[in-house]
């Protein structure tokens, strides 16, 4: 509805433009005055040139334009069968990239089926928690046997730290992905109702003519480019990702509980008189060794399913922005504007 309302504005104000062009193109050939005929024509020019480009946009963005259709058929030769909020669903690009960022559901990209960033997070941030949770308690267990006083912290801490270094970069990667959905959400509820009928509007008026371009390429690039380089990463990371389910963690988390079990019941056993120390330090030793080795395998293959999880959460959604940025540049030249970004700030 407010889109429908800026695009009528936007064609009031230039019949308004083109009246008055040409009231004071008459003017100045009643008066031979030639700087008001030069300036009546140069704002009738502007007036067509407006209606060209309110046309444009129209044919470009409305539901089923030129540009909708188009952005709809290639994320549909990428992807099919993902799913969104429903205020998302005018956009088929915006629909996949907060799919893909944040959504909860496995994605399909060509032939392969994956989790998303969020899912593939939070399915890993989830028992590893719960497991640094767990050996943190078992790295503070001591043990008393006879003459023998020991704790295993030297063997657990190596283990605490590694996994302690994953939450952290699962954290920052589930602030990301969150900031992005964020983006995505705001970006679909207003470009199309409120950016673009503004800029059509301030592109229309004398004073605000700059502006107003800078507005509509911007609003162009975040409707149309930046969404489109979100369906380009999923392409790239679909060439060469690989799935860690969630059921490595919950392994690692089942084992550590385990350990934790088993050292409880050893000391017991012995307490109890029914197993020596010696027995007793064989069985933790066998234990923690077992555990460790196998514990060390299980962080090389998640510290390379992190990193794939970084990629996409930072490095190809900085290149997104980039490329976002330059389109938005080059439209706003286009519409008779600049769009710089000097220390973070648009002028």
Known sequence: M?????????????????????????????????????LAKAELITAIINGIILGALIASF???????????????????????????????????????????????????????????TVSLLAPLSVAYATLSIVNSMSFSLGLISFGISGA????????????????VTLVSVEVQGYLLTFISASAMSILMPIGIILRCLYFTRALGGAILAI????????????????SIVNSYTT?????????????????????????SAYQSGKTNSTGTLGQINTLLSGFTSSFQHFL??????????????????????????????????????????NKFGIL
Do not use: W
């Open 2 to 38: 407010a889109e429908q309302i800026g695009y009528s504005i936007a064609l009031a104000l230039i019949a308004i433009t083109i009246s008055i062009g040409g009231i004071l193109l008459g003017l100045g050939y009643a008066l031979d005055d030639k700087k008001l005929k030069e």
């Open 62 to 120: 409305s539901p089923s334009g030129l540009v909708s259709t188009a952005i709809s058929g290639i994320t549909n030769n990428v992807s099919q069968g993902y799913s969104c909020p429903p205020q998302m669903s005018y956009n088929s690009a915006i629909c996949f990239a907060y799919d893909y960022v944040a959504g909860v559901n496995y994605v399909h990209v060509y032939n392969s089926t994956y989790p998303t960033i969020f899912d593939s």
């Open 156 to 171: 657990m801490k190596p283990l605490i730290t590694g996994i302690g270094y994953i939450i952290d970069a699962l954290t």
């Open 219 to 234: 609003t162009i690039g975040l409707f149309a480019i930046l969404p489109m380089t979100y369906v380009l990463d999923a």
């Open 243 to 267: 799935i860690l389910t969630n059921s490595s963690a919950t392994n690692i988390l089942s084992n550590a509980t385990n350990v934790q079990g088993t050292l409880l019941n050893a000391v």
């Open 300 to 341: 090389s293959d998640i510290a390379n399913f992190v990193a794939i999880i970084i990629v996409e959460a930072f490095i190809l959604p900085a290149f997104s922005i980039i490329l976002t940025v330059i389109a938005i540049r080059e439209l706003a030249r286009t519409l008779g504007a600049e769009v710089r970004l």
